[in-house]
């Protein structure tokens, strides 16, 4: 009888936190999301594009070095090459190595504020490879 007894209060044990678990989860699920603004969504969103064309460019390599259809080489993770890098870093005052992906992130986004068509210095990427183009502040 008291094995019984034992077996019975176990399983009532397990199902009081069973319970519990599940109340719980229902409780944080239903939990509103927290709410961004335009300028947290266009960031995201940017972000999230940057990561895309890195991805698209050159599988995320800050250190490739690749020889493009141009015969000219094209450098780090978003492949700008000298002249590009050279013509814009100098416009927008970004100094840095051609090789730093990070500021080349900065300076694409900076180009794409500048000039929305700009996007074109990564077409295949963008409109071949399926990255798409980069949000615009008024969109987000």
């Known amino acids: 009888a008291t094995m019984k007894l034992y077996k019975t209060i176990l399983k009532l044990s397990i199902f009081i936190v ?3 678990v599940l109340y719980s989860s229902v409780q ?8 961004m603004t335009k300028e947290q969504v266009y960031n ?20 490739l070095v690749f020889l493009d259809r141009n015969n000219k080489y094209s450098y780090s993770c978003l492949q700008f090459q000298k002249e ?6 100098k416009k927008f005052g970004i100094q840095g190595d051609i090789m730093d992906c990070t500021k080349q992130k900065q ?7 500048s000039n929305y068509n700009l996007w074109r210095s990564w077409f295949t ?7 798409g183009k980069p949000p615009r502040l008024d969109e987000s």
């Open 107 to 113: 300076l694409a986004v900076l180009m794409v504020q």
């Open 44 to 63: 995201f969103k940017m972000d999230t594009w940057l990561n895309k064309l890195s991805k698209a460019e050159s599988g995320n390599d800050s250190k």
């Open 84 to 89: 590009t890098w050279n013509t814009y870093s």
């Open 125 to 131: 990427s963008c409109a071949i490879k399926g990255v």
């Open 18 to 20: 069973v319970v519990t």
């Open 28 to 35: 944080i699920s239903s939990a509103e999301a927290p709410t």
